[in-house]
C-alpha cells in the first residue's frame, strides 16, 4: 500500500507545483486605469475610422507601424496605413468591438497589448458584417500613446 501511495502523493505534489508555477508567470491583467486608457484610445482610433478623421488616426500610428491581415498580408508604415483605410474602408465599412471581448495587459517598459474581436459593417448592406479577432501593441513614449503593431485575423462573416 505504502508503494503505490507515495507516487501518487508526489505525482499530486507536482502537478500542485507545476500549476502554482504556471498560475505565477501568467501575465498580469491590465489595472483599471490601464484598462480605461486603452478602451479609450481603441474608441478614439476607431471613432475617426468610422468617419475618415485621418489627421486624428495618424497622431495614434507609429511611423514604423507593423500590420499584418489574414487577408492582404502584411502593410508597413503608417502612410501605408492610411492609404490603405482612405482608399478601401472610407465611407464603406465601419467598426465596433464586441463587447465583453476587450482584453488588456501591461507589456513592461514598453505599454500595453490589446486584444479582442471586432465587428465591421457594411453601410448600405445591412446582411455584410463580418467578425475578426485582432490584437495591437500600444507604445507609451514620452506620455504619447501610439500603435506600433496590428495582427487582424480570422475574418469571417458574421454568424446569424
Not at 507545483?17 to 498560475?23: M, Q
Not at 465583453?100 to 479582442?116: K, Q, R, S
Request: overall charge negative.
Amino acid at each position: 500500500m505504502t508503494k503505490i501511495w507515495l507516487p501518487s502523493a508526489l505525482s499530486l505534489w507536482v502537478l500542485l507545483a507545476f500549476t502554482y508555477a504556471l498560475a505565477q508567470s501568467q501575465a498580469p491583467a491590465a489595472t483599471d486605469e490601464l484598462f480605461k486608457t486603452i478602451q479609450a484610445l481603441d474608441t478614439k482610433f476607431f471613432d475617426a475610422y468610422n468617419h475618415c478623421d485621418l489627421a486624428t488616426m495618424s497622431a495614434l500610428i507609429a511611423e514604423d507601424l507593423e500590420f499584418y491581415h489574414d487577408k492582404t498580408g502584411l502593410a508597413v508604415g503608417r502612410q501605408t496605413l492610411l492609404d490603405g483605410i482612405k482608399n478601401n474602408i472610407c465611407n464603406k465599412v465601419t467598426r465596433e468591438i464586441v463587447p465583453g471581448t476587450l482584453e488588456v495587459y501591461p507589456i513592461a517598459n514598453y505599454g500595453a497589448v490589446e486584444i479582442g474581436v471586432h465587428r465591421f459593417h457594411h453601410p448600405g448592406e445591412p446582411g455584410n458584417v463580418g467578425e475578426a479577432k485582432f490584437v495591437q501593441l500600444w507604445q507609451n513614449k514620452d506620455g504619447a500613446w501610439k500603435i506600433t503593431r496590428v495582427i487582424s485575423f480570422d475574418h469571417q462573416p458574421l454568424k446569424q
